[in-house]
């Protein structure tokens, strides 16, 4: 070092370059000689004054390298700080075709190049001198897509606050198949970064964060979100959406899906949006029968007071899943003809659901007729659902409805032996000898399941035993 002092005091051109067009600076820089950039940048100015030294600052060599960019590839730390506070530029791009040589990069893309999770702690300081934050590094990474993707929280802070949506590339449109920063920041898990960039969001100026053709802005975005389980991200998705389409298909699976993952807040949102609660999803189920599944009173409450129509299957899968609340909700604004009377009565007795039983029979007018025999309880069900629905979601319900559907409540609580339900029924009028389509009464059914409590209290309401066939 003495050496070199000795050599400037004495004229020696420290912006002169090689054969190779480096430079004194440039090798101090790659090397971490600190003094030494600082004693040549000193020099520079003392004889070339600051244009002079601003030539030094941003020459290039044969690899189209300046110094800066020859310290960020070191990792020199000091020295890639005290060349920005010396002026460097750091939105010069590096020579290179993309073929033969790495791409055209400024001094960030080089280092977000060779970085990935761990990165440097001039890292900010970079950043907050660069410009050119569009610029993709060899990789093909912006530098917020970068950030976004090794979870770079407070450098994408520090680009947050002094650049523009526009300025970060967040309003430019992603090539076929690839991700916005957002997406990426929610794949990858990094919650702080997500819900930084999702503050972005304002519906005076959205951030376009999706706008491939024929898509709404965040769409993309909205369905990640929803996907990897964040739900303070989706519904900020969902309240600044522009423009919103509530009939757009996207929309409706994520009213599916919210529903399913017992979103209310999100759910609330979409329904305040006009977003149809009518529609089914691909697998043919209701946002409905949905909540009814779920267990979701809230939901479900929003739903019906947007207009949810589906409610006979809701009826039956809460009655069937012991869901009361559900059932009791459902209840209240379905219309009660005698055929869904008779069949939710079937469906309570059969599953031995006594609370809903009781409900159900409550609203029973005697000149219904739900006591007597009528139309097997798979073909009422298979009326008001799409083909397949229940035998899908509940194959138990279907199964037991398949092979034991005396369609008439009192036959259907005998056949399962259910007690409690045969002496309400009994005690709500129920014909003690009714029978089934194959000519058989209670009493048999009491004798075939081989119930005598059942037995004894048929007997006693009046059932005969001398009107049975064989």
């Not at 030494?36 to 060599?61: T, Y």
């Not at 032996?417 to 059914?445: H, M, R």
Request: hydrophobic share 40%; proline share 5%.
């Amino acid at each position: 070092f003495e050496c070199i002092v000795l050599l400037a005091r004495h004229g020696a051109d420290a912006s002169r370059p090689d054969e190779h067009g480096s430079t004194a600076l440039m090798s101090a820089a790659k090397r971490g000689h600190l003094r030494l950039v600082n004693l040549v940048l000193q020099q520079a100015r003392e004889h070339a004054g600051e244009a002079g030294l601003k030539r030094l600052l941003d020459i290039r060599d044969d690899h189209g390298m300046t110094a800066l960019m020859h310290a960020v590839r070191s990792f020199v730390s000091g020295c890639v700080i005290q060349l920005l506070r010396w002026g460097a530029d750091a939105d010069i791009l590096s020579d290179g075709d993309g073929v033969t040589s790495p791409p055209p990069m400024t001094a960030l893309g080089i280092l977000t190049s060779q970085c990935r999770r761990s990165a440097p702690d001039f890292l900010n300081a970079l950043v907050g001198k660069t410009g050119r934050l569009t610029v993709p590094d060899e990789d093909g990474n912006t530098f917020m897509l970068w950030a976004a993707k090794y979870g770079h929280t407070e450098a994408a802070r520090r680009a947050l606050a002094k650049n523009t949506p526009e300025q970060l590339g967040l309003l430019e449109e992603p090539g076929e198949g690839l991700h916005s920063p957002l997406e990426l920041a929610i794949m990858c898990r990094h919650h702080e970064l997500a819900t930084m960039l999702v503050s972005l969001w304002d519906r005076e100026k959205p951030v376009a964060d999706m706008a491939r053709k024929g898509e709404y802005i965040g769409l993309a975005a909205l369905g990640k979100a929803i996907e990897y389980d964040w739900e303070d991200v989706a519904l900020k998705m969902i309240e600044n959406i522009t423009p919103f389409d509530p009939d757009c298909e996207e929309v409706q699976e994520a009213l599916f899906a919210c529903t399913e993952k017992k979103w209310t807040n999100c759910v609330i949102t979409l329904l305040s949006k006009d977003v149809n609660p009518n529609r089914v999803s691909k697998r043919g189920e209701s946002t409905t029968l949905s909540a009814c599944k779920a267990n979701q009173v809230t939901i479900l409450q929003a739903l019906i007071e947007h207009g949810a129509r589906d409610l006979e299957p809701a009826c039956f899968v809460s009655i069937y899943v012991g869901h009361f609340e559900c059932f009791r909700l459902v209840w209240a604004h379905v219309e009660r003809s005698a055929e869904l009377l008779r069949t939710c009565a079937c469906i309570a007795a059969l599953t031995n659901s006594f609370t809903a039983l009781k409900v159900v029979m409550e609203s029973v007018q005697p000149e219904m007729g739900v006591h007597a025999y009528g139309p097997k309880i798979r073909q009422i069900i298979k009326r008001w659902c799409a083909p397949g629905v229940i035998h899908r979601l509940f194959p138990t319900l279907y199964r037991e409805i398949e092979e034991e559907d005396p369609s008439v409540p009192l036959l259907c609580a005998v056949a399962k032996a259910n007690f409690k339900c045969v002496s309400y029924l009994l005690e709500q009028k129920a014909d003690p000898l009714v029978v089934d389509d194959s000519g058989l009464s209670a009493i048999t059914w009491a004798c075939t399941v081989g119930n005598l409590d059942i037995a004894k209290i048929l007997l006693k309401c009046g059932a005969s035993v001398s009107l049975e066939p064989g």
